[in-house]
Every structure is written in C-alpha cells, then in structure tokens.
C-alpha cells in the first residue's frame, strides 16, 4: 500500500511539474512559431491526460485494495471471535469434566477410607477375642499346672491318668 501511496505522490507532483512547464511554454510561445507551440501543447496534453488517467487508475487501485484489507481484516476479527469463545466453551467443559472427575476420584477415596475402616474394626475385634482367648488359655492352663502340682504332691495324679487314658479309650471305639 505504501508503494501505491508513493506513486500517487510522485504523480501529484509530476502534474505541478507539468503546470510550470505549461507556464515555461506560454511564456517561449511568443518566441516560437505557432505551429510548433501548438504541437508542444498538444503533445503536453496527452502527457498531462495519461497522467490523469494512471492517477485515477491508482486511486482505484488504492480504493481497492483499502477495501480488500477491510475485508480480510473483518474475517480475520470474525475468525478470533469464534476461536476465543469455542476456547472459552472448552475451557468451561473442561473445567467442568475436570471437577466431575475430581468429584468421582473424591467419592472412590472416601469409599476406600470407608472400606479400610471397616478392615481396621474387623481386625481389632479379631485382635481383641485372639486376646481375650490367649488371656483365658493362659488363665486355664495356669490352673491346670496348679491341679496337676496338687495332684502329683497328693498323689492322685497316676490315678487321674489312668482314668482319662480308660475313657478314651472307650469314646474312641
């Protein structure tokens, strides 16, 4: 465009140009015969009518193209519009399938927990009846070694064996 702009100013002054040198000839024609001032005139006018005529052909062509660049430019607005709000759309679905996601990942994690929480239960009550039973083991069996010493102090032992050996015997058959 600036070129174009260039050649319209060359050609604005190439016309003042011309307007001097139409002042230069009025001023020789009294010095020279008529017919050959005539001619110069004649050839300065067709210079002087191209001239015009390559400016119109320029102011056209500026016209045009200012126009042209008008055009792109309101598609290329039009384009940046629709990018930026599609984006914006995304952006918001994104966000959105982002925090549902996150949602379902919370909602996992506290199922976890919840089943975690139920194992720990469960295995403290097993831990507590494992003890309970190891306390009441131990509770049996210190009784036991206490009757099987008053036993073997009085004596009685041999005959309580005897007598357990003899019922087994007798469950089993």
């Known amino acids: 465009m600036s070129t174009i702009l260039v050649l319209y ?20 024609i009294e010095q020279r015969p008529l017919s050959l001032c005539t001619l110069n005139v004649q ?5 002087i009518r ?15 193209h200012q126009s042209a660049l008008d055009h792109i430019m309101r ?10 709000e599609e984006n914006s759309v995304k952006w918001d679905k994104l966000c959105s399938s982002d925090s549902e996601m996150m949602q379902e990942k919370l909602d996992q994690i ?17 831990d507590i009846k494992s003890k309970e039973l ?3 083991l131990q509770t049996e069996n210190k009784v ?11 004596g009685s032992l041999s005959n309580l064996l005897l007598e357990t ?6 469950t089993d058959s």
Do not use: G, P
């Open 9 to 28: 100013a060359h050609l604005h002054i190439e016309f003042w140009n011309n307007n001097e040198e139409l002042t230069e000839l009025t001023t020789s």
């Open 43 to 47: 050839q300065e006018n067709r210079h």
């Open 50 to 64: 191209e001239l015009q005529q390559e400016n119109q052909e320029l102011r056209s062509l500026v016209e045009e």
């Open 75 to 84: 598609k290329y607005r039009k384009l940046v519009t629709s990018l930026l």
């Open 110 to 126: 506290c199922e976890m927990v919840a089943v975690m929480r139920k194992a720990v239960d469960v295995d403290e009550v097993a």
């Open 134 to 136: 190891l306390a009441q």
């Open 144 to 154: 036991l070694k206490e009757l099987v010493y008053l036993s073997k102090s009085a």
């Open 165 to 170: 050996v003899d019922e087994e015997v007798q």
